[in-house]
């Protein structure tokens, strides 16, 4: 009867103290709202791009063929989207907490689209070495400063 109530006590406590555990991660945003890493894998559509200089992106002047997406996948452990003129695939390298690597090689088709920054665009994924989360938005980040700025898309 001991040995019943003591294996009994035992196995509540192990399954009590695994149902409590969680590998998310937290990302607090201002006082008011907290994202975790897992928020990160869906899609975002670019609303704020830096060039090289730090120069804000006129992202109506450089995407006139659609602003650029971005959808990252967990499981696959891939990013893929629109640069403004062409669909890209590549794998993301290393997600933990908030730092990011998302590599610098992407399969895209080849389309010739005149006026396009794309280049700008899949530069800031390649450079990107943090995000965060404000106001629900994605910020992708490179030594601090914020190079590109992602909302949730519908």
């Not at 730090?54 to 967990?74: C, H, I, M, R, S």
């Amino acid at each position: 009867m001991k040995v019943k109530i003591l294996t009994l006590l035992f196995a509540f406590t192990l399954f009590s103290t695994v149902g409590c555990s969680s590998k998310q991660k937290t990302i607090q945003i201002d006082q008011e709202q907290t994202m975790v890493e897992s928020d990160l894998y869906r899609s975002w559509e670019l609303v704020k791009l830096y060039d090289d200089k730090g120069q804000e992106v006129d992202l109506k002047e450089a995407y006139k063929g659609g602003l650029p997406t971005v959808a990252f996948n967990k499981e696959k452990n891939n990013v893929k989207g629109f640069d403004g003129c062409n669909s890209f695939n590549g794998n993301v390298l290393e997600v933990s907490g908030s730092q990011v690597d998302f590599g610098d090689y992407y399969m895209s088709t080849e389309m010739y689209c005149e006026g396009v920054g794309s280049g700008d665009f899949l530069r800031a994924l390649a450079t990107a070495t943090s995000y965060a989360f404000d106001k629900g938005e994605l910020l992708l980040k490179f030594d601090g400063a914020v190079i590109a700025v992602f909302k949730p898309t519908k």
